[in-house]
Nanobody, 122 residues
Framework: VQLQASGGGMVQAGRSLRLSCAAS????????MRWYRQPPGKQRELVAT???????NYADSVKGRFTISRDNAKNTEYLQMNNLEPEDTAVYYC?????????????????WGQGTLVTVSS
């Protein structure tokens, strides 16, 4: 299973970007999908979460500006980022809990995408 993130770039404060993360490979289902970010010199932090039925949660710092969504048919999650601030500058990572089927059992694994850089200038 691979997660491929895309959509990062450099924008001015107040503008928008949309990140995408597509899962590929052989698996049974994807339950929770998430976006994390790691600002320069800081620890990685959870930004947003979406469950298989569409329930969402956000970090306080992005509430009202970011929207996480997913297309289950495409095994893809998105992060719409509006009104970006310089403090949003970070490498953004997607993450998903993926269930795989073995001979007589199911197991869930957490996979990470490779990260995509978002730079917001003031």
């Amino acid at each position: 299973v691979q997660l491929q993130a895309s959509g990062g770039g450099m924008v001015q404060a107040g503008r928008s970007l949309r990140l995408s993360c597509a899962a590929s490979g052989s698996f049974f289902s994807i339950s929770v999908m998430r976006w994390y970010r790691q600002p320069p010199g800081k620890q990685r932090e959870l930004v947003a979460t979406i469950t298989s039925d569409g329930s969402t949660n956000y970090a306080d710092s992005v509430k009202g500006r970011f929207t996480i969504s997913r297309d289950n048919a495409k095994n893809t999650e998105y992060l719409q980022m509006n009104n970006l601030e310089p403090e949003d500058t970070a490498v953004y990572y997607c993450n998903a809990d993926v269930t795989k089927v073995a001979v007589s059992s199911k197991r869930t694994f957490t996979y990470w995408g490779q990260g995509t850089l978002v730079t917001v200038s003031s």
